[in-house]
């Protein structure tokens, strides 16, 4: 079932999680145990991250080796195993980065074989190597033209012209957005103007950034609506679990830690920072469900200790 069916159906606001494939190599037991666990709270969605391949070079006794490596690869068999073995939607990210758009294309023929009703269009990270392969490949530049690119397909149109039994797919497609704005925008208006543009191409929900301040995202729709987007905006929240998250989780996602939570962290002991972290995610959750937010979306990874944690509190 679509992610906005799924919303239009709900009684209440819906939990979905996200989750993150293993490493390259790794074994999918703990994660399979991770899902386990999160299906007890009943997602009608899970989300599985994406990951483009990045180019390292390294220093080897025969000089200098170039490497094209995909750390974490598997999100298609995950989501094919999560959809079959829990009956729960998967919804994969799928990329601009690192794919060119007929291998794009292929993708979405796999997720439509597989019957999966859902996509999370994204552009992912450029990093200066990446970016020097842009010039000789077709690929799609920003979210907006993935999300255009699947909506044609849902309308039967493929990238081969005239394509014989050409089948239009259905996919439901959402996509990212950042309350405390995207680090390459240079203001928040303008990069809403960029979300208008992905709803325009054919995105129908909206998934945002992680978030430790409820007044920004609740500024953020309003601007949102403002600016003329009405389609539903889920918030995603990350329980900090550990000081060294105080540092990794803004540096890596660009987002502010506010100082009072970043104080009672820091004058916590380290076992219990957990229990600090999920103190501050219920407040802001019951705060979210309280103002009718439609969903709410938690970034879990491949630990369910913190989420099953935050639970425990929401059940008190
Ligand atoms: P876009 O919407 O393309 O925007 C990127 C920047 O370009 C913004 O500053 C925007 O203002 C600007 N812009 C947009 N369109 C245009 C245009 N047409 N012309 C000029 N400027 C434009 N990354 C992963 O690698 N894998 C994942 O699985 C993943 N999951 C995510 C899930 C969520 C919910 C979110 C919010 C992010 C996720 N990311 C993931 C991170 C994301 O890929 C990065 O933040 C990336 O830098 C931007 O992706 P986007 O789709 O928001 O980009």
């Known amino acids: 079932m679509k992610v906005i069916e799924h919303l239009a159906r709900a ?29 007890k709270f009943n997602p009608p969605f899970i989300d599985i991250t994406s990951h483009a391949a990045e180019v390292i070079y390294e220093e080897t006794p025969q000089g200098i080796k170039r490497k094209v490596k995909r750390k974490r690869p598997g999100t298609l068999g995950i989501c094919a195993l999560i959809q079959n073995k829990y009956n729960i939607d998967a919804v994969p990210h799928v990329l601009c980065e690192g794919f060119t758009r007929e291998e794009t294309e292929d993708f979405l023929i796999e997720l439509q074989y597989l019957e999966i009703d859902n996509i999370l269009a994204l552009r992912g990270d450029t990093s200066e190597n990446k970016k020097s392969q842009r010039n000789n490949r077709t690929i799609n530049r920003y979210a907006d033209d993935l999300v255009a690119q699947i909506d044609k397909m849902n309308h039967g ?71 003329g987007i009405t389609a539903p905006i889920i918030p995603g929240l990350k329980i900090v679990s550990s000081k060294k998250q105080l540092v990794s989780i803004p540096k890596n996602f660009h987002v502010d830690i506010p100082a009072e939570l970043t104080g009672e962290i820091m004058e916590s002991k380290n076992e219990h920072v957990l229990e600090v972290g999920a103190d501050w995610t219920h407040r802001q959750f019951n705060e979210l469900l309280s103002a009718g937010v439609p969903a709410i979306h938690f970034y879990i990874l491949q630990d369910s200790k913190p989420i099953n944690l935050l639970m425990q509190k929401a059940r008190m």
């Open 11 to 39: 009684k209440q606001p819906l939990i979905s999680f996200e989750i993150i494939p293993p490493k390259r190599g790794g074994d999918i037991k703990s994660l399979l145990q991770t899902v386990d666990d999160i299906s």
């Open 157 to 227: 149109v493929y990238l081969e012209e005239n394509l014989l039994d050409a089948r239009p797919s259905n996919f439901c497609i959402g996509v990212g957005a950042y309350p405390e704005k995207h680090f390459e925008a240079p203001n928040l208006e303008y990069d809403i103007e960029y979300l208008k543009k992905k709803i325009k191409a054919g995105a129908e929900y909206i998934v945002t950034q992680m978030f430790f301040d409820n007044a920004v995202y609740f500024k953020f729709v309003e601007k949102c609506r403002e600016h």
